[in-house]
């Protein structure tokens, strides 16, 4: 690393609400919808970047390191809030008929959708569905209604794209867990998307 790289990158604590705040504060809530929680995931990457400002060592620019550590700090978040015993208790307690489910389990057809719970055609294409701000506010508002186990799996999984390996071990949970999981989240924002945003 040369001596010019490293103060290009280097780190400027006094600059970092200012420089950084407002971009990882819609970051954080877009990822956890509740502001307050958001402002304590930003603090929370403040103070541990000022803890961890010895281990910086400029290979990333200042930014993409304090994204990394709100990243960890998300995971800490979902990670605490999935150990809420009644989600424990609620997940424990669900047993689905098989005739229940909106997919098949076994045979040849395993995975595939039942004719009857085949979701509707949206008619949007994605890249307009990306840019229109109320279908946003809807994907939203649905992930915001999800169990906090679900929306935990989701966001984890989905939207940071975390592996599912890495997943199972921060939430603890086994990888039949996981698909579980997700597969409810991913029916409950089908249904509540569909019941928002095409009727």
């Excluded at 669900?94 to 008619?123: C, I, S």
Aim: charged fraction near 30%.
């Amino acid at each position: 690393m040369s001596h010019q790289n490293s103060e290009n990158n280097s780190a400027h604590p006094a600059q970092w609400v200012e420089l950084y705040g407002d971009y990882l504060y819609n970051y954080a809530f877009s990822r956890v919808n509740n502001q307050q929680v958001a402002l304590d995931l930003v603090q929370d990457t403040f103070l541990g970047a000022l803890s961890a400002l010895a281990s910086f060592e400029g290979r990333s620019t200042e930014k993409t390191w304090l994204i990394s550590i709100l990243k960890r700090k998300i995971i800490d978040h979902y990670r605490k809030s999935s150990r809420s015993k009644v989600d424990a208790l609620l997940d424990k307690n669900f047993t689905a008929d098989k005739e229940d489910l909106p997919f098949y389990t076994e045979g040849e057809m395993k995975g595939h959708w039942r004719a009857d719970r085949v979701p509707q055609d949206w008619n949007i294409s994605t890249e307009k569905a990306i840019e229109n701000e109320e279908l946003k506010a809807i994907i939203e508002k649905c992930i915001s209604l999800l169990p906090k186990r679900y929306a935990a799996v989701f966001i984890l999984r989905i939207i940071e794209e975390i592996s599912s390996d890495e997943v199972c071990k921060e939430l603890e949970i086994t990888s039949s867990n996981l698909w579980v999981l997700l597969h409810r989240a991913k029916l409950q924002l089908r249904d509540c998307i569909e019941d928002n945003w095409l009727k």
